[in-house]
């Protein structure tokens, strides 16, 4: 199982963040990555220090056989392509796509990677437990995946959250009433 999260908080190249998403996921289909599964959208509050404005998440299930590095690289050319400027953390922005899990691989950050100002993909993603705005949708589609670390379903991550944690649910709406046609 391959899992990608999806958001936007700026309007760009391909519209409101809605819209950015939306066209983001037939953007990856056009790429050649497969959707077999998308969740609804969510507007989410912003998420750390600085984080300005609502964000519209979801979470999208895909088949590929490029491997993880591989598949974030194109994820980040389909970024730059919607007008994503790669920059300051936690900045607002046009569109983030986020690798989330890749059949499970745990991979961690090495020091030596670290201090080569290098900063190497980690698996599953490290901000998943703690992001209501990735877990809603996770549960939505994948109810019954399991953190590679934690063993915890996104159900279970998601109740133990704080009601008022930042990047909490806000309001949710329908990707789009008809299937996307990746």
């Not at 953007?27 to 609502?54: D, N, Y």
């Not at 970024?79 to 400027?85: H, I, N, T, V, W």
Request: no cysteine; proline share 9%; net charge positive.
């Amino acid at each position: 199982m391959i899992l990608i999260g999806l958001g936007a908080n700026l309007p760009g190249r391909w519209g409101t963040p809605k819209s950015t998403v939306i066209r983001a996921v037939r953007a990856i289909g056009e790429a050649g990555i497969r959707v077999t599964a998308r969740s609804q959208l969510f507007v989410s509050a912003p998420l750390g220090r600085g984080g300005r404005g609502v964000y519209v998440n979801g979470v999208i299930e895909v088949a590929s056989h490029l491997p993880p590095e591989a598949l974030l690289r194109r994820l980040h050319e389909i970024e730059k392509q919607a007008g994503r400027r790669r920059g300051v953390r936690w900045r607002p922005r046009e569109l983030d796509l986020d690798l989330l899990d890749w059949h499970s691989v745990i991979r961690g950050a090495n020091q030596s990677a670290m201090q080569a100002r290098f900063i190497p993909l980690m698996l599953p993603h490290p901000g998943i437990a703690a992001r209501a705005f990735v877990l809603a949708p996770l549960a939505a589609i994948a109810p019954r995946w399991h953190h590679p670390v934690t063993g915890l379903t996104p159900a279970q991550m998601l109740k133990a959250l704080p009601p008022a944690a930042a990047g909490r649910i806000l309001d949710q709406s329908r990707l789009a009433e008809k299937p996307i046609k990746p």
